[in-house]
């Protein structure tokens, strides 16, 4: 079975800085994609950014980049010029295969953005 | 628009009732979920299904049951057998088949609280 773990439970930053949130997983698939999901304070889950295994290049979607280390199993998430409105809690999340495989997520990090 | 929707938004259970949450989508998705989520922590899976009448146990089943009649619904049931229902429920559909650009959707969850 895979495991996903987020070690930090509690992050703050303050607006404007950059934070850096962090997953590990384990697995000995190959073939796999991980994600990381945004739930704010309405509990709606929203996609942040995904990564697919066989990608080395690391996702980035505007103030949201990844650190995807295969090898280390490690899937780290980096918010640049962070805003009030990024507070939240971030879910890292794994699944293997293809499209529609069970989905893992890790325990979570709540994000407190500063002003 | 297309979506997937959740009701109720909360719901009261008595002891020793069955009752059930209802998660419906009009994204054409094969792939549904239903997870759970308790204060403060991740997501924990319950059962999904990638096919019409076909499910599989997450890591949570016992005292759930669901089905997958048509594309469109998975009922989940709480049983009177699952002891500690009281959390925050979500369900998500998702693409299935190989797909690059695979995300899940999520709904906007149920409250279900044990009176």
């Known amino acids: 079975a895979q495991t996903v773990t987020q070690s930090q439970p509690e992050m703050s930053v303050q607006e404007a800085e950059t934070v850096t949130l962090s997953c590990t997983y384990d697995?000995?698939?190959?073939?796999?994609?991980l994600f990381w999901y945004k739930q704010p304070p309405s509990r709606q889950m929203i996609l942040v950014i995904r990564?697919?295994?066989?990608?080395?290049q690391n996702a980035t979607e505007n103030r949201f980049s990844v650190n995807f280390q295969k090898a280390a199993k490690s899937f780290s998430l980096k918010i640049s010029d962070s805003q009030l409105g990024d507070t939240a809690m971030y879910f890292c999340?794994?699944?293997?295969?293809?499209?529609?495989?069970?989905?893992?997520f890790g325990g979570g990090t709540r994000l407190m953005v500063k002003p | 628009d297309g979506g997937i929707t959740q009701s109720p938004k909360y719901l009261f259970r008595k002891e020793g009732q069955n009752v059930t949450l209802s998660c419906e989508q009009n994204?054409?998705?094969?792939?549904m979920y239903w997870y759970r989520q308790d204060p403060g922590q991740g997501l924990r899976l319950i059962y999904y299904?990638?096919?019409?009448?076909?499910?599989q146990k997450g890591d949570i089943a016992e005292g759930y049951s669901v089905s997958r009649e048509k594309k469109e619904s998975f009922p989940l049931t709480v049983t009177s057998a699952q002891k500690n229902p009281t959390a925050f429920y979500l369900c998500?559909?998702?693409?299935?088949?190989?797909?690059?650009?695979?995300?899940?959707?999520f709904g906007q969850g149920t409250r279900l609280t044990v009176v």
């Open positions: 999340a794994f699944m293997k295969g293809r499209a529609g495989n069970m989905l893992t």
């Open positions: 299904s990638q096919i019409v009448n076909d499910f």
């Open positions: 990564q697919e295994a066989y990608k080395q």
């Open positions: 994204l054409n998705h094969d792939a």
């Open positions: 998500a559909c998702q693409t299935g088949g190989i797909f690059r650009n695979t995300e899940a959707f």
């Open positions: 697995t000995s698939e190959s073939n796999y994609y």
